[in-house]
């Protein structure tokens, strides 16, 4: 059988098939990616996970039917997708999902005549999906991430700034050596420290907004007349019909069963808060493991302009590190993230330098 077009009853070009080829090839490995994330997976997740799989194999069986004779060998995929699969296979993790989640918002089936309606609807749903279950990932791994973060991003910049004005003072080696590690220990320390305050004060925050255990043993002795359950449900939000009804609910169902809903609950956001000692512990790690790369010319003996050409450019690495993690599991453009906290790093150290010349002119 040989390919037709779906815009034409002519036969195929060969670039229509070139396409379909790679289209099959694709479809193959990112069916490969859900079901290696499937297999790390259990319960709901895993479900959801075959399911996509499937579905993508539904697609790869459209491209095939096209293709018919001219399917020739099997393709690989795209170097994008296969480095997904085997990162799927040996890790599963949160950053696969985010990936994958970039990679159908990107699918060009909305555009192409050759793909039905019914798959580019299937490839936008998909990345809707892919796109709760990474949420789900994120919420895990929130706090901790962005103690993280925030610590590694402060360190680089901040002893990078105090390095490049120190040294543009006129200062030795020696004495941009030690401020470098003492701003390590003094950023690391206060940056630990004003983490574990904040997410526990954050936390402290959420466990006053959550509604108090003893208040469901109360309902049953409620005067249904005056009903001041409904008061509750009017204070978390709720309209004087909505909460008059709902509670109505609740109390009609005492005599039958043990009331299944008590006071409107605020949400347990405790999990993207993270805990205190967590969050400072990576907080502190994650400083001083950024603030320790400028400092490492002036370790190993550099001093001056070769010491700072290098502290700038391991600095701008990591920066660019950092920013690109951050846009994956936004799912954000990794390269746009990246080079504006390379932009941001650098800008706040160029300031500092100019400011140190300032200083070093003026005691001079």
């Given at each position: 059988m040989v390919?037709?077009?779906?815009?034409?009853?002519?036969?195929?070009?060969?670039?229509?098939?070139?396409?379909?080829?790679?289209?099959?090839?694709?479809?193959?490995?990112?069916?490969?990616?859900?079901?290696?994330?499937?297999?790390?997976r259990?319960?709901?997740?895993?479900?959801?996970?075959?399911?996509?799989?499937?579905?993508?194999?539904?697609?790869?069986?459209?491209?095939?039917?096209?293709?018919?004779?001219?399917?020739?060998?099997?393709?690989?995929?795209?170097?994008?997708?296969?480095?997904?699969?085997?990162?799927?296979?040996?890790?599963?993790?949160?950053?696969?999902?985010?990936?994958?989640?970039?990679?159908?918002?990107?699918?060009?089936?909305?555009?192409?005549?050759?793909?039905?309606?019914?798959?580019?609807?299937?490839?936008?749903?998909?990345g809707e999906v892919v796109r709760g279950l990474a949420n789900r990932g994120r919420m895990r791994l929130s706090g901790t991430f962005r103690a993280a973060v925030f610590g590694a991003n402060d360190g680089l910049v901040s002893n990078l700034a105090l390095i490049i004005g120190i040294s543009a003072s006129g200062a030795d080696r020696h004495f941009v050596l030690l401020s470098g590690i003492a701003g390590l220990l003094a950023g690391a320390l206060s940056m630990g420290a004003g983490e574990y305050v904040s997410v526990r004060s954050q936390r402290e925050l959420l466990d006053a907004s959550t509604p108090h255990p003893e208040a469901r043993s109360a309902v049953s002795d409620l005067d249904v007349d005056a009903n001041e359950l409904a008061l509750v449900y009017r204070a978390r939000g709720m309209s004087e019909a909505e909460a008059t009804e709902h509670a109505a609910r609740v109390l009609s169902g005492i005599g039958e069963r043990r009331p299944a809903t008590g006071p409107v609950p605020v949400g347990d956001d405790h999990e993207a808060v993270g805990t205190g000692l967590s969050a400072a512990v990576s907080s502190f790690c994650f400083f001083a493991s950024g603030a320790v790369i400028p400092v490492l010319p002036f370790l190993f003996g550099m001093q001056g302009w070769p010491a700072i050409a290098v502290a700038g450019g391991l600095v701008g690495i990591a920066l660019l590190g950092t920013g690109a993690v951050v846009g994956v599991l936004s799912g954000a453009s990794p390269g746009k993230r990246a080079f504006r906290q390379l932009a941001i790093g650098f800008g706040a150290a160029i300031v500092t330098y100019a400011l140190g010349l300032l200083f070093g002119t003026g005691a001079a």
């Open positions: 390919a037709v077009s779906l815009r034409s009853d002519t036969p195929a070009s060969r670039a229509d098939v070139r396409r379909w080829r790679r289209y099959l090839a694709d479809e193959r490995a990112e069916a490969a990616v859900y079901r290696n994330l499937a297999a790390r259990s319960g709901e997740e895993r479900e959801i996970l075959a399911a996509l799989a499937e579905a993508e194999g539904r697609h790869a069986e459209h491209w095939l039917d096209l293709l018919g004779d001219d399917v020739g060998r099997p393709q690989r995929g795209s170097l994008r997708t296969r480095v997904l699969a085997v990162l799927a296979k040996r890790f599963g993790s949160v950053f696969v999902l985010a990936l994958m989640q970039r990679a159908e918002d990107r699918s060009p089936y909305a555009d192409d005549a050759d793909a039905t309606a019914r798959m580019a609807a299937d490839e936008r749903i998909h």
